[in-house]
């Protein structure tokens, strides 16, 4: 291990301070040369130029020939277009007028009664961001209480439901870009159901996200729900927070929705400097090609309970963005940056024993939150002193600090960003830094980071297996009988195992009246209607 003071001669080196957003960025314990910035700075001009075409409106997403503009959602005047800049400022105003109109009793659920809750219904970057900033941001205090679907998974959204003490008075906000998003779907529909159930008229609680035209804004209309707000088509889901899809809820909770915008667009601001060694944004991509070199993971570690989401947010950003099979050229480079990662102290007794001892496959990046208590809250159990001179707070920090330490003394890397506290230009801050890493990084090592052919590939195969599934059905109503491999021979299919699977999933629910009769093995089993 490195002495201490040469520890601190490092840290004093590599230390990137950026007060006009209340950030520093520690690189000095990643083990590249003392050269490496200065030998990748030709290659980071490059992508500096290139973050500069994207944001003027260069076509971004060649695969669906999209621009990619979430940078312009927090400063509507760097839109390249006057349609653009309008449609953008009018969405937030309206957005801040809905939300205002909600809380003041203008705008009444079915019966009169005012909405006390916001249902978000959608599914990975509709859900996630919309999730992260809620358990960031959210205290007792909230104008509306907020729940979620974000899956297709029936016991989870009862679970929702059970939590929502008075669904009369419950709003739901339903995002999907193309309307067509089956887990969305599946999750408004078993949103309607309990409505119906309960007495209550659906179009009368609800809110779309969606592109214009889409399948759920026609259904919209039709039904004549409350408001629409637009999804656009140059933004992606995964960087789609500072959007409606993100700044609706979160305007519904009662959220400060200008002051994250403020903290992601004064980010954007400081990330746009060409020099490298003062531009958090493009030092965090510099790291990670440093760390690519050796196929390392990211462990994300913010020691602030506010942010336990912060690392499944990021994973999706970052691994949807990153993992590509061809870089642009069409070469096979199979890219990617896995990550994953829970809260400080919790971590100290879960995975930290590896980290400290295991395969040195990673490098870390702490989130430190130097103010232990949350800004204006009424309790402050940061005062409480739990040892002469020291609160739990002070424990936290330790922790911290001593964590990093014992990962440096055993060859460990890590990163450490600090910032002041988690508030709302906090977070905003924290979603463009790494939003705009990303589009560092995938520059350098030349990817498109904007399309998903893997997630469009599984969604393939998912809709291949509901089709399967239906010959089936078809198949066994028809009075047949027979195992896995009969029936698949029956209906001319070659994937066995596909059928065997269905099979066994029908059979243990009731919904199909599909029957199982136990064979010799498990692939024997002999199933009919």
Same mark, same amino acid.
């Given at each position: 291990?490195? /002495?201490?003071?040469?520890?601190?001669?490092?840290?004093?080196?590599?230390?990137?301070?950026?007060?006009?957003?209340?950030?520093?960025?520690?690189?000095?314990?990643?083990?590249?040369?003392?050269?490496?910035?200065?030998?990748?700075?030709?290659?980071?001009?490059?992508?500096?130029?290139?973050?500069?075409?994207?944001?003027?409106?260069?076509?971004?997403?060649?695969?669906?020939?999209?621009?990619?503009?979430?940078?312009? *959602?927090?400063?509507? &005047?760097?839109?390249?277009?006057? !349609? *653009?800049?309008?449609?953008?400022?009018?969405?937030?105003?309206?957005?801040?007028?809905? =939300? =205002?109109?909600?809380?003041?009793?203008?705008?009444?659920?079915?019966?009169?009664?005012?909405?006390?809750?916001?249902?978000?219904?959608?599914?990975?970057?509709?859900?996630?961001?919309?999730?992260?900033?809620?358990? =960031?941001?959210?205290?007792?205090?909230? %104008?509306?209480?907020?729940?979620?679907?974000?899956?297709?998974?029936?016991?989870?959204?009862?679970?929702?439901?059970?939590?929502?003490?008075?669904?009369?008075?419950?709003?739901?906000?339903?995002?999907?870009?193309?309307?067509?998003?089956?887990?969305?779907?599946?999750?408004?529909?078993?949103?309607?159901?309990?409505?119906?159930?309960?007495?209550?008229?659906?179009? %009368?609680? &609800?809110?779309?996200?969606? +592109?214009?035209?889409?399948?759920?804004?026609?259904?919209?209309?039709?039904?004549?729900?409350?408001?629409?707000?637009?999804?656009?088509?140059?933004? +992606? +889901?995964?960087? $789609?927070?500072?959007?409606?899809?993100?700044?609706?809820?979160?305007?519904?909770?009662?959220?400060?929705?200008?002051?994250?915008?403020?903290? &992601?667009?004064?980010?954007?601001?400081?990330?746009?400097?060409?020099?490298?060694?003062?531009?958090?944004?493009?030092?965090? &991509?510099?790291?990670?090609?440093?760390? $690519?070199?050796?196929?390392?993971?990211?462990?994300?570690?913010?020691?602030?309970?506010?942010?336990?989401?912060?690392?499944?947010?990021?994973?999706?950003?970052?691994? !949807? $963005?990153?993992? %590509? !099979? *061809?870089?642009?050229?069409?070469?096979?480079?199979?890219? +990617?940056?896995?990550?994953?990662?829970?809260?400080?102290?919790?971590?100290?007794?879960?995975?930290?024993?590896?980290?400290?001892?295991?395969?040195?496959?990673?490098?870390?990046?702490?989130?430190?939150?130097?103010?232990?208590?949350?800004?204006?809250?009424?309790?402050?159990?940061?005062?409480?002193?739990?040892?002469?001179?020291?609160? /739990?707070?002070?424990?936290?920090?330790?922790?911290?600090?001593?964590?990093?330490?014992?990962?440096?003394? $055993?060859?460990?890397?890590?990163?450490?960003?600090?910032?002041?506290?988690?508030?709302?230009?906090?977070?905003?801050?924290?979603?463009?830094?790494?939003?705009?890493?990303?589009?560092?990084? =995938?520059?350098?090592?030349?990817?498109?980071?904007?399309?998903?052919?893997?997630?469009?590939?599984?969604?393939?195969?998912?809709?291949?297996?509901?089709?399967?599934?239906?010959?089936?059905?078809?198949?066994?109503?028809?009075?047949?009988?027979?195992?896995?491999?009969?029936?698949?021979?029956?209906?001319?299919?070659?994937?066995?195992?596909?059928?065997?699977?269905?099979?066994?999933?029908?059979?243990?629910?009731?919904?199909?009246?599909? %029957?199982?009769? /136990?064979?010799?093995?498990?692939?024997?089993?002999?199933?009919?209607?």
């Amino acid at each position: 291990m490195p /002495s201490t003071a040469e520890l601190w001669s490092r840290y004093q080196q590599f230390l990137c301070e950026c007060p006009s957003i209340g950030l520093t960025l520690d690189i000095s314990r990643m083990h590249f040369e003392n050269n490496f910035l200065d030998t990748i700075t030709p290659q980071m001009n490059k992508a500096f130029e290139a973050m500069d075409a994207l944001e003027a409106g260069a076509i971004a997403n060649p695969d669906e020939n999209r621009m990619v503009g979430h940078y312009w *959602l927090r400063d509507a &005047a760097r839109a390249p277009k006057p !349609e *653009l800049r309008e449609a953008i400022t009018k969405t937030l105003a309206d957005i801040k007028q809905f =939300a =205002a109109d909600i809380h003041a009793g203008k705008i009444r659920a079915q019966g009169g009664v005012p909405f006390a809750n916001v249902l978000v219904i959608g599914i990975g970057g509709s859900a996630l961001g919309p999730q992260f900033v809620a358990e =960031a941001l959210g205290t007792n205090a909230d %104008k509306l209480k907020i729940f979620f679907f974000d899956n297709t998974d029936p016991d989870g959204m009862d679970a929702a439901l059970s939590k929502i003490d008075n669904l009369a008075r419950t709003l739901c906000v339903v995002i999907s870009k193309s309307g067509g998003t089956k887990e969305t779907r599946n999750g408004m529909l078993a949103a309607q159901a309990a409505y119906k159930r309960a007495g209550y008229n659906f179009a %009368k609680h &609800a809110v779309a996200v969606t +592109g214009e035209n889409s399948e759920l804004d026609k259904v919209a209309v039709a039904e004549g729900w409350i408001k629409r707000f637009p999804m656009w088509d140059w933004v +992606g +889901g995964r960087t $789609s927070e500072t959007s409606a899809v993100g700044l609706l809820p979160a305007a519904l909770q009662g959220l400060d929705i200008d002051a994250l915008l403020a903290g &992601a667009r004064d980010c954007d601001f400081i990330t746009r400097m060409y020099d490298l060694k003062k531009n958090p944004a493009a030092l965090l &991509a510099a790291m990670w090609l440093h760390a $690519s070199k050796k196929q390392k993971d990211m462990v994300v570690l913010p020691y602030k309970d506010r942010l336990v989401l912060f690392s499944k947010y990021l994973q999706q950003l970052i691994m !949807e $963005s990153l993992g %590509k !099979e *061809l870089d642009r050229a069409g070469k096979t480079v199979n890219s +990617g940056l896995a990550v994953y990662g829970n809260k400080g102290s919790t971590d100290q007794h879960a995975y930290v024993q590896q980290l400290r001892d295991g395969l040195n496959n990673f490098f870390v990046t702490f989130i430190e939150v130097l103010q232990d208590a949350y800004p204006g809250a009424p309790a402050d159990s940061s005062a409480l002193i739990v040892e002469p001179d020291t609160t /739990s707070g002070d424990y936290l920090h330790g922790f911290f600090q001593g964590t990093r330490t014992a990962l440096t003394g $055993s060859g460990r890397e890590s990163i450490t960003i600090t910032v002041n506290n988690v508030s709302p230009r906090t977070v905003g801050t924290l979603i463009a830094l790494f939003e705009r890493a990303v589009g560092f990084y =995938a520059e350098l090592i030349n990817i498109n980071a904007y399309h998903q052919p893997g997630v469009e590939a599984g969604k393939k195969a998912a809709t291949a297996v509901i089709n399967i599934q239906r010959k089936v059905l078809a198949h066994l109503r028809a009075g047949n009988r027979g195992t896995a491999a009969q029936i698949a021979a029956a209906i001319n299919e070659p994937d066995i195992e596909t059928v065997h699977h269905t099979l066994r999933h029908l059979a243990a629910n009731g919904v199909h009246a599909v %029957k199982a009769q /136990s064979g010799p093995t498990a692939t024997e089993a002999v199933y009919s209607t």
